[in-house]
């Protein structure tokens, strides 16, 4: 006989919800007239998140004592909420902007899509509670299969199905190694609770920091930090733009936060290696993100680049290791997150008017032909780059802040010289948006005018909002930050 | 509240003219009024600000970020009260020419110019260092785009040169503020006590040296100041580069007094350097826009001379020099800006013989520039005498090189309104290059008032700026 143990429904119940819509999704595959099917897995989808975050946000209020719960396998509390809060928000834009971009030309699978995505971030809402190694693991493919199947919908399009095998195969490569890593610490302390690791491992058993050095590895490959970035551009590139947008910035946001809790919940006794690991990634990510960014004429690919380089800011904020570290994570995530999923939202508009790849030459004229996308664009882009525009501005303050405080003057200059740099590809958006002289605008467009896209032009609104609103409402949300930091032990 | 709505107003009615579909009309002429309005609302706090008291007037404090003590605090002294006059005066002026020469897609051009003008005040009056951080920050993200979209044909370069170099010195800025704001325990300007770190105190100035500019930090100069439209040179060089002077006198000299005076011949021998090398490259440039750029970097140099003397005499000179070079170099550039549209051109090589036939243009640059270059009775000549006394009682040497470079802008200057102005006629100057219209005269005219009355009275600000008139000790006291 199985002892099973007590269920908290509640504490999954964001998960439960996202599941539901997901299954539903998937029977209208079957049942729903293929006219409607597209509108059906939207409704669907649109549902599935906003219940998904109302039940988030009920989480977020009734959990402010944090504790684990389930055999001890997956954390309720505040950290975990803010986390599916944000997902759950990513999910709902990227419903939006899929109903109008995903295989638009075929038509076929849309439903299974929506189905897809529900499931992923069902998924990403259970890896950032996960309390345990064996749940962090199967949370974790659990995502990426769904991400890895969400890459290559397209499959008529040679790119969308590259851009799944090669997610694939390197994606395996970092769950192994963060499997790996996983059976060396368990094998080092005979434990897969993060909590119980923590005070059974030995600060100088050279099985466990090896094991920590492969989840590390692990991880850093789903944040796509360098060095272990080599898939980002590609997959970036190659992916349906809307999968795209989603994997920027939801991904990113579930990797640093289940990486926080692991590192600060199982591993503080090594925090004097791990923290001078992350410095040594973040450098690492700065610099190739930005200095790659530089030559890219693919807007999808400069994007990727960038988001590799703010992987270096978000670890610089990990690197502190503290409680201003946590907060300046979570603050950062926001506005980046908004601005991420925008700035792919536009360029897939732009490569469904053009019906070819977005480069610095064809979005030429973008500016003054769709005056709102284009204003939304280098709101994005000034904002990127930490100029007081939106959130990314006081999201840099933050991070920078909390190394100044953790000592590390060094890696403020680092991060300040590393932002230099990225201005350059991030105006030369707006230079090529805006600034282009007549003659270089006769850009061929496939013909008309270009498609109405209200769902796209409401989900690039709400990145706005976010990301504008996030500079001005700094307080309310480091308020929520720091409540969620509460349930890391410090 | 006054000074909120100063900072807002403009903002708020840029956001009306980016989302509302007004006609090109509706939109120049809203633009204008708000900026008129702005002036208005300047007036108003002038007449109301107390200059016998000491201390920040009109100040408001709102939450921002409240667990690393960084507030929304702004207010004004009483050099910042000029400077915010300088500021919506200029940017009425120059926004008016924008409408008056009618300026391609007026919804753009002209809701930039307005959050300009929000964003410059806002740096003028920003009492929180991050909050002075953001300002500084945003003033730039207009001027890229109004001299990318709507420079001459070199734009592109030009806006890149600027962008790179000034952003290069603002975010070393940032990280000398977070060092600074970390050890005092607050961001606050008013509240935060002195520090004594170089490294923080060479972060600010070098974001202050590149913006104002000084040598050799001005390399990026030349090239922006002849590629934008003459209305935004006109601000470039007449507002924002203040916002440079203005910071070392608010935050490097204020808030780092041991650093200031360990660097201090440093500091005045770059601010000579530029006075002179400018005066000295004035004197060669082939075109008005380029003489007027380069005094602009004299004159840049000139005040950094006076607020780093240190002295009563200095500051009061700088001060009255900030706003007085301000109005000249806008209306001087503007100027620049109606000869370019008569003539297609301001290379003198072209140019000569104007005057002939256009008596209102030519009162009125010959106006401007004597008054430039200082001739006796006029404001700018009050601020250079009381920079150079200032900087005497430093030591005597610097006002030796500060006299020469004076006597360097006479001639670049008289050269520049010979070459306009008399001499034979130029062969782009037709007979149809008429003179200055209504319009035109209806925004040059004003400035030129202003400085006419600075020089009447230029006590008014020179005696107007520090509380009590002692500004070494405000210095001292950290204003409060």
């Given at each position: 006989?199985?002892?099973?143990?007590?269920?908290?429904?509640?504490?999954?119940?964001?998960?439960?919800?996202?599941?539901?819509?997901?299954?539903?999704?998937?029977?209208?595959?079957?049942?729903?007239?293929?006219?409607?099917?597209?509108?059906?897995?939207c409704?669907?989808?649109?549902?599935?998140?906003?219940?998904?975050?109302?039940?988030?946000?009920?989480?977020?209020?009734?959990?402010?004592?944090?504790?684990?719960?389930?055999?001890?396998?997956?954390?309720?509390?505040?950290?975990?909420?803010?986390?599916?809060?944000?997902?759950?928000?990513?999910?709902?834009?990227?419903?939006?902007?899929?109903?109008?971009?995903?295989?638009?030309?075929?038509?076929?699978?849309?439903?299974e899509?929506?189905?897809?995505?529900l499931?992923?971030?069902?998924?990403?809402?259970?890896?950032?509670?996960?309390?345990?190694?064996?749940?962090?693991?199967?949370?974790?493919?659990?995502?990426?299969?769904?991400?890895?199947?969400?890459?290559?919908?397209?499959?008529?399009?040679?790119?969308?199905?590259?851009?799944?095998l090669?997610?694939?195969?390197?994606?395996?490569?970092?769950?192994?190694?963060?499997?790996?890593?996983?059976?060396?610490?368990?094998?080092?302390?005979?434990?897969?609770?993060?909590a119980?690791?923590?005070?059974?491992?030995?600060?100088?058993?050279?099985?466990?920091?090896?094991?920590?050095?492969?989840?590390?590895?692990?991880?850093?490959?789903?944040?796509?930090?360098?060095?272990?970035?080599?898939?980002?551009?590609?997959?970036?590139?190659?992916?349906?733009?809307?999968?795209?947008?989603?994997?920027?910035?939801?991904?990113?946001?579930?990797?640093?936060?289940?990486?926080?809790?692991?590192?600060?919940?199982?591993?503080?006794?090594d925090?004097?290696?791990?923290?001078?690991?992350?410095?040594?990634?973040?450098?690492?990510?700065?610099?190739?993100?930005?200095?790659?960014?530089?030559?890219?004429?693919?807007?999808?690919?400069?994007?990727?680049y960038?988001?590799?380089?703010?992987?270096?800011?978000?670890?610089?904020?990990?690197?502190?290791?503290?409680?201003?570290?946590?907060?300046?994570?979570?603050?950062?995530?926001?506005?980046?997150?908004?601005?991420?999923?925008?700035?792919?939202?536009?360029?897939?508009?732009?490569?469904?008017?053009?019906?070819?790849?977005?480069t610095?030459?064809?979005?030429?004229?973008?500016?003054?032909?769709?005056?709102?996308?284009?204003?939304?664009?280098?709101?994005?882009?000034?904002?990127?780059?930490?100029?007081?525009?939106?959130?990314?501005?006081?999201?840099?303050?933050?991070v920078?802040?909390?190394?100044?405080?953790?000592?590390?003057?060094?890696?403020?200059?680092?991060?300040?010289?590393?932002?230099?740099?990225?201005?350059?590809?991030?105006?030369?958006?707006?230079?090529?948006?805006?600034?282009?002289?007549?003659?270089e605008?006769?850009?061929?467009?496939?013909?008309?005018?270009?498609?109405h896209?209200?769902?796209?032009?409401?989900?690039?609104?709400?990145?706005?909002?976010?990301?504008?609103?996030?500079?001005?409402?700094?307080?309310?949300?480091?308020?929520?930050?720091?409540?969620?930091?509460?349930?890391?032990?410090? | 509240?006054?000074?909120?709505?100063?900072?807002?107003?403009?903002?708020?009615?840029?956001?009306?003219?980016?989302?509302?579909?007004?006609?090109r009309?509706?939109?120049?002429?809203?633009?204008?009024?708000?900026?008129?309005?702005?002036?208005?609302?300047?007036?108003?706090?002038?007449?109301?600000?107390?200059?016998?008291?000491?201390?920040?007037?009109?100040?408001?404090?709102?939450?921002?970020?409240?667990?690393?003590?960084?507030?929304?605090?702004?207010?004004?002294?009483?050099?910042?009260?000029?400077?915010?006059?300088?500021?919506?005066?200029?940017?009425?002026?120059?926004?008016?020419?924008?409408?008056?020469?009618?300026?391609?897609?007026?919804?753009?051009?002209?809701?930039?110019?307005?959050?300009?003008?929000?964003?410059?005040?806002?740096?003028?009056?920003?009492?929180?260092?991050?909050?002075?951080?953001?300002?500084?920050?945003?003033?730039?993200?207009?001027l890229?785009?109004?001299?990318?979209?709507?420079g001459?044909?070199?734009r592109?370069?030009?806006?890149?040169?600027?962008?790179?170099?000034?952003?290069?010195?603002s975010?070393?800025?940032?990280?000398?503020?977070i060092?600074?704001?970390?050890?005092?325990?607050?961001?606050?300007?008013?509240?935060?006590?002195?520090?004594?770190?170089?490294?923080?105190?060479?972060?600010?100035?070098?974001?202050?040296?590149?913006?104002?500019?000084?040598?050799?930090?001005?390399?990026?100069?030349?090239?922006?100041?002849?590629?934008?439209?003459?209305?935004?040179?006109?601000?470039?060089?007449g507002?924002?580069?203040?916002?440079?002077?203005?910071?070392?006198?608010?935050?490097?000299?204020?808030?780092?007094?041991?650093?200031?005076?360990?660097?201090?011949?440093?500091?005045?021998?770059?601010?000579?350097?530029?006075?002179?090398?400018?005066?000295?490259?004035?004197?060669?440039?082939?075109?008005?826009?380029?003489?007027?750029?380069?005094?602009?970097?004299?004159?840049?140099?000139?005040?950094?001379?006076?607020?780093?003397?240190?002295?009563?005499?200095?500051?009061?000179?700088?001060?009255?020099?900030?706003?007085?070079h301000?109005?000249?170099?806008?209306?001087?550039?503007?100027?620049?800006?109606?000869?370019?549209?008569?003539?297609?051109?301001?290379?003198?090589?072209?140019?000569?013989?104007?005057?002939?036939?256009?008596?209102?243009?030519?009162?009125?640059?010959?106006?401007?520039?004597?008054?430039?270059?200082?001739?006796?009775?006029?404001?700018?000549?009050?601020?250079?005498?009381?920079?150079?006394?200032?900087?005497?009682?430093?030591?005597?040497?610097?006002?030796?090189?500060?006299?020469?470079?004076?006597?360097?802008?006479?001639?670049?200057?008289?050269?520049?309104?010979?070459?306009?102005?008399?001499q034979?006629?130029?062969?782009?100057?037709?007979?149809?290059?008429?003179?200055?219209?209504?319009?035109?005269?209806?925004?040059?005219?004003?400035?030129?008032?202003?400085?006419?009355?600075?020089?009447?009275?230029?006590?008014?600000?020179?005696?107007?700026?520090?509380?009590g008139?002692?500004?070494?000790?405000?210095?001292?006291?950290?204003?409060?």
């Amino acid at each position: 006989m199985i002892h099973t143990p007590h269920v908290d429904w509640f504490s999954i119940s964001t998960i439960l919800a996202l599941l539901g819509a997901s299954f539903v999704a998937l029977l209208g595959a079957v049942l729903v007239p293929r006219a409607v099917r597209r509108m059906f897995g939207c409704a669907v989808a649109v549902l599935g998140f906003a219940g998904g975050l109302v039940t988030s946000v009920w989480l977020y209020v009734d959990s402010a004592n944090g504790h684990r719960v389930i055999g001890d396998a997956f954390y309720r509390d505040r950290w975990t909420a803010l986390g599916q809060i944000i997902v759950c928000g990513i999910g709902l834009v990227t419903a939006l902007v899929a109903a109008e971009q995903i295989a638009h030309r075929t038509d076929d699978h849309i439903a299974e899509f929506f189905s897809l995505l529900l499931a992923c971030a069902a998924g990403m809402a259970f890896f950032i509670g996960s309390a345990n190694l064996m749940v962090m693991f199967l949370s974790l493919e659990w995502f990426s299969i769904a991400l890895y199947v969400m890459c290559a919908i397209d499959y008529d399009v040679e790119g969308s199905l590259e851009a799944g095998l090669k997610y694939l195969v390197v994606g395996s490569f970092g769950s192994a190694a963060l499997l790996f890593g996983s059976a060396l610490v368990y094998g080092s302390t005979n434990r897969i609770g993060f909590a119980e690791i923590a005070h059974a491992g030995h600060a100088h058993d050279t099985l466990l920091v090896l094991g920590l050095a492969m989840v590390i590895t692990g991880l850093g490959f789903k944040s796509s930090a360098a060095p272990f970035h080599q898939w980002t551009p590609d997959v970036y590139e190659g992916a349906p733009t809307p999968v795209t947008a989603f994997m920027s910035a939801a991904t990113k946001v579930a990797a640093f936060m289940l990486a926080f809790r692991v590192l600060r919940t199982a591993f503080p006794q090594d925090a004097h290696l791990w923290t001078w690991a992350l410095a040594g990634i973040a450098i690492a990510s700065l610099a190739v993100g930005n200095f790659a960014a530089l030559v890219q004429r693919n807007i999808k690919r400069m994007l990727a680049y960038s988001s590799i380089s703010h992987a270096g800011f978000l670890l610089i904020a990990m690197s502190a290791a503290s409680a201003l570290g946590g907060r300046a994570m979570l603050y950062y995530l926001v506005p980046y997150s908004a601005m991420a999923f925008g700035s792919f939202a536009i360029v897939g508009a732009r490569e469904r008017e053009l019906n070819a790849p977005v480069t610095l030459d064809n979005l030429a004229g973008f500016g003054w032909e769709r005056p709102f996308l284009g204003v939304a664009m280098w709101f994005f882009m000034f904002g990127f780059a930490g100029l007081p525009l939106t959130g990314g501005f006081t999201g840099k303050f933050y991070v920078f802040a909390a190394a100044y405080r953790h000592g590390w003057a060094w890696l403020v200059v680092v991060g300040v010289l590393a932002t230099l740099v990225s201005l350059w590809y991030y105006l030369a958006v707006v230079r090529a948006m805006y600034m282009r002289t007549s003659d270089e605008l006769r850009v061929a467009v496939a013909g008309g005018s270009p498609p109405h896209e209200p769902l796209l032009h409401a989900a690039v609104a709400i990145c706005m909002v976010v990301s504008v609103g996030s500079l001005f409402a700094v307080q309310p949300l480091i308020d929520l930050a720091r409540h969620a930091t509460s349930a890391i032990p410090f | 509240m006054i000074t909120t709505v100063l900072i807002w107003l403009p903002i708020a009615a840029a956001i009306v003219v980016w989302v509302l579909p007004l006609s090109r009309y509706a939109t120049g002429s809203l633009a204008v009024l708000v900026s008129l309005a702005e002036v208005g609302v300047w007036i108003e706090q002038a007449f109301r600000f107390d200059f016998s008291k000491h201390g920040l007037q009109f100040s408001q404090r709102g939450g921002w970020i409240n667990d690393l003590h960084v507030s929304y605090h702004v207010g004004v002294y009483g050099f910042s009260l000029w400077l915010v006059g300088l500021t919506v005066i200029a940017m009425a002026a120059c926004t008016s020419y924008g409408f008056w020469v009618g300026r391609d897609r007026p919804r753009a051009y002209f809701g930039l110019m307005l959050f300009l003008t929000g964003a410059t005040v806002g740096v003028f009056v920003a009492q929180d260092l991050l909050l002075f951080y953001a300002f500084f920050e945003a003033m730039l993200i207009p001027l890229y785009i109004l001299v990318g979209v709507w420079g001459g044909p070199g734009r592109l370069g030009a806006t890149i040169k600027f962008f790179i170099y000034t952003a290069a010195g603002s975010l070393l800025m940032l990280a000398a503020l977070i060092a600074y704001g970390l050890h005092a325990g607050t961001f606050d300007l008013v509240d935060g006590a002195p520090s004594f770190s170089r490294w923080i105190f060479l972060g600010f100035m070098l974001a202050f040296v590149i913006k104002a500019p000084l040598f050799p930090f001005h390399g990026w100069l030349p090239e922006t100041y002849r590629e934008a439209p003459p209305e935004v040179t006109a601000v470039l060089s007449g507002v924002i580069a203040k916002a440079g002077t203005y910071g070392m006198l608010r935050i490097a000299i204020t808030k780092l007094p041991e650093p200031t005076s360990y660097y201090r011949t440093l500091i005045l021998a770059l601010a000579a350097a530029a006075l002179v090398y400018g005066s000295l490259l004035a004197f060669r440039a082939p075109d008005l826009r380029g003489v007027v750029a380069y005094s602009s970097l004299a004159q840049s140099g000139l005040i950094a001379l006076g607020l780093f003397s240190g002295t009563n005499l200095g500051y009061d000179g700088a001060v009255l020099q900030m706003v007085a070079h301000g109005l000249v170099s806008t209306a001087l550039f503007l100027l620049a800006g109606t000869v370019e549209r008569r003539t297609t051109t301001d290379q003198f090589a072209l140019l000569g013989g104007m005057a002939k036939g256009r008596p209102a243009l030519a009162t009125l640059l010959m106006t401007c520039g004597i008054i430039s270059l200082a001739v006796p009775g006029s404001a700018n000549f009050a601020g250079e005498f009381l920079i150079l006394a200032g900087v005497f009682q430093r030591a005597w040497w610097w006002a030796a090189i500060g006299a020469g470079a004076i006597v360097l802008a006479a001639m670049y200057m008289l050269r520049a309104i010979s070459a306009v102005l008399h001499q034979a006629r130029g062969s782009v100057v037709t007979e149809e290059a008429l003179d200055l219209r209504l319009g035109e005269l209806s925004l040059i005219v004003p400035l030129v008032a202003g400085l006419l009355f600075l020089s009447a009275w230029p006590a008014g600000v020179s005696h107007h700026s520090f509380a009590g008139d002692q500004p070494v000790q405000s210095v001292k006291g950290q204003f409060r």
